[in-house]
């Protein structure tokens, strides 16, 4: 069985410090026999970023949110990515942000205001998101037992290129609820070509930028990406870095 100190090891060979901030992608079942499950996996990092760092979830539900189900509560609207994010979401000192298709989960240093103000987005990662913050914060992702095509930073380096036909002309009109209970109404213009195939393709870009570092998480094979890097790989312009 794998123990919470064998993935904590796991991390630091990663490169990763307590310090980061870090969005996961994962795969529970390719990290392997865990003592105590995916509850241990995500007591490991807790413990590891609490104090200085940032650990962050997509927990996206542009699957279940839609023009036939237009409602979102941020209580209880399921995640569609994994085991991970959906038990990370409803854990004490969690922060969702208020976006009906394309939220993030946060727990540590300035989660709140790392989440704050996604509800206010009329895309699912427009400037100032905190897909955006991720660029703002030095941040990096940390796929674990999944490639990098399936990547909702680079949908959002998308839209700050602004490329063309990437979303839709005709918005969706969409309520999400927040914690207190009180409805926002949201109109969304909702991606409408997805480029995950692209993405993967360009694997080869981001080693010759010196952009990805690979390891192990348990039994999974992983991949950390540097947003900085990559989204300049890509031809962004880079925000200032506040962190």
Not at 75 to 81: A, K, L, N
């Amino acid at each position: 069985m794998i123990t919470k100190d064998q993935l904590k090891k796991d991390l630091e060979k990663l490169g990763i410090e307590p310090s980061d901030t870090l969005l996961i992608h994962s795969s529970m079942k390719a990290i392997g026999p865990v003592e105590g499950g995916a509850d241990t996996v995500l007591d490991l990092l807790m413990d590891y970023f609490r104090d200085e760092g940032l650990l962050v979830f997509p927990t996206i539900s542009y699957d279940k949110v839609n023009a036939a189900q237009p409602v979102f509560d941020v209580r209880e609207t399921p995640s569609c990515v994994g085991i991970l994010p959906q038990l990370f979401r409803q854990r004490p000192g969690v922060i969702r942000s208020l976006h009906p298709t394309h939220s993030l989960a946060a727990f540590g240093r300035d989660a709140a205001e790392f989440t704050a103000g996604h509800e206010k987005a009329l895309t699912p990662a427009p400037v100032g998101s905190p897909w955006w913050k991720l660029l703002e914060r030095n941040g990096k992702i940390l796929f674990i037992g999944t490639g990098i095509s399936c990547n909702t930073f680079l949908h959002g380096v998308d839209e700050w290129l602004k490329l063309p036909n990437m979303r839709r002309t005709e918005p969706q009109y969409l309520q999400v609820v927040d914690y207190d209970g009180h409805v926002h109404s949201v109109p969304q213009y909702r991606h409408a070509n997805g480029r995950n195939a692209f993405y993967g393709s360009c694997e080869a870009r981001f080693d010759a930028a010196g952009a990805i570092v690979r390891g192990k998480f348990g039994q999974a094979d992983c991949h950390v990406l540097d947003c900085r890097k990559i989204a300049a790989e890509l031809g962004l312009a880079l925000p200032e870095c506040k962190k």
